[in-house]
Structure formats: C-alpha cells, structure tokens
C-alpha cells in the first residue's frame, strides 16, 4: 500500500470535511463524504490516514460459531494485527449496526499499533470505553451484540463500501467533528494543496463577515474590491 508523504498528511491536517468536499466537488467527485457515521468523541485532532479496509458479509449460523474466535487467521483479528502504522482502518458493515464492528479491546489494540483510527457504517461496542481513548473512531451508533450474530469477516484491504462511498486500500481518510472524507489516493496532494489556499480564503471571508462585509461579490469572490483586499490579507498574514 502506497503512503502519501508526510507533508501532505500534515497539510490536510490543517483543513476541514467540508473544505475537502467542496475540493472534490470541483473536481467533478460528488460522492465521498460517508453517509451516517459520526465521530464517537468531539474535539478531537483532525484525522488523516490511508485507508485499510476489512469487508463484512451477513454471517452464517454454521460458521460463525463463538469458537471461531479461536481460529489465529480470523480476519478480524489479522486485520487489527496487520493494520499499518498511520492507518485508518476502515469497515464495511453494510450499513447494519445491529451488531458491534468491533469493540474497545480491538480499539485499543489498533490504538496501541499506533493506527491512525477507525471508521465503521455499523457501530461499535463497549462505546463509552472507545470514545475515552485517545484514538480517533467514528461509527453509525452504539450496539452491544458481538459482530458473530450478523457479520462475517470476509476479505482484507480489497475495494469495498462504506457507508455508500466507494473506498480503496490506500484512499486517504480525513475525519472532524463533521464526519468522514474519502480522498482517491492519486489526488492527496494536489487536493491537500487547494484545500490549504481554499481555507486561507475562507479564513479571510470570515474576518470579513465578521467584521460587517456582505457576502455578495465576496463569497465567491468576483468584485475586484474584494480581491484587492484579499490579496492585501494575504501579504500580511503569511
């Protein structure tokens, strides 16, 4: 799996959900911000990672006995194992939070692998005890059954859907208190780079309107007043 450089990661840092999918947007993306999820602590560091994703099917009865746990190639279990360093680990619960992604143990073990979070379209157990880490997590809601009664760990960092957004191993995942962007890893850089000019711009537009100009010919900036006033910004806040 590809890592974007580390100044890249530190530019998207600094840069809003909403920033990233309006970037997007220009760009002609209109379907990456995923649907129904929320982080399970607000205030948290912006966070930036590549995607590592692990695919959930209904389980069968037959096969997902709790004994299955005993099994060490359980893909959920390797998939905590083998998450990278600075990764998010992504999962497709198909949208179904009746029974638990994972809960605070595995958290805490990506946690202590140093990942970079975790995101799930189901939810998580034990919730109360993940949102008190210091690890960036985002779920649909909480649930207390194990992931035995309706999940089947199938496949590991393959293509799959997240809460309705297409997600491939190595797309970088950017989470605020906002939710969950989805950035195709071969536009990180050229998008963590807009986004910085975009949201210096929308840090002078708020100066602004905060100071009593109207928006109109301001935001988008079109009036040539405004642009030479920007550009004045610019000189002395850089």
């Not at 009664?149 to 199938?154: E, R, S, Y």
């Not at 797309?171 to 850089?189: E, Q, R, S």
Request: proline share 5%; aromatic share 6%; glycine share 6%.
């Amino acid at each position: 799996m590809t890592k974007i450089a580390s100044a890249t990661k530190e530019k998207l840092r600094k840069v809003s959900t909403a920033t990233v999918a309006t970037c997007l947007f220009k760009k002609g993306l209109k379907n990456q911000f995923i649907q129904h999820v929320k982080p399970l602590k607000l205030g948290r560091p912006t966070m930036v990672g590549e995607a590592y994703t692990l695919r959930y099917i209904p389980a069968r009865e037959d096969l997902n006995p709790i004994s299955v746990f005993r099994d060490s190639k359980h893909l959920q279990r390797v998939a905590v194992e083998e998450c990278p360093e600075g990764s998010v680990m992504v999962i497709d619960s198909r949208q179904n939070a009746r029974a638990a992604s994972a809960g605070s143990i595995l958290v805490t073990r990506l946690m202590v692998r140093k990942a970079e979070g975790i995101v799930t379209d189901g939810g998580f157990r034990d919730s109360a005890e993940i949102a008190d880490l210091d690890f960036s997590s985002y779920h649909n809601r909480p649930t207390a059954p194990t992931n035995l009664t309706l999940h089947q760990a199938i496949a590991i960092n393959d293509p799959i859907g997240c809460g309705d957004v297409a997600v491939f191993p190595g797309d970088i995942i950017l989470g605020d208190d906002d939710g969950v962007m989805v950035i195709p890893a071969h536009l990180a850089d050229e998008v963590a780079d807009e986004c910085i000019q975009m949201t210096m711009y929308e840090d002078f537009v708020m100066e602004m309107v905060q100071g009593g100009e109207p928006v109109i010919g301001l935001y988008p900036m079109v009036s040539e007043d405004a642009k030479a006033k920007f550009k004045k910004w610019k000189s002395n806040n850089m």
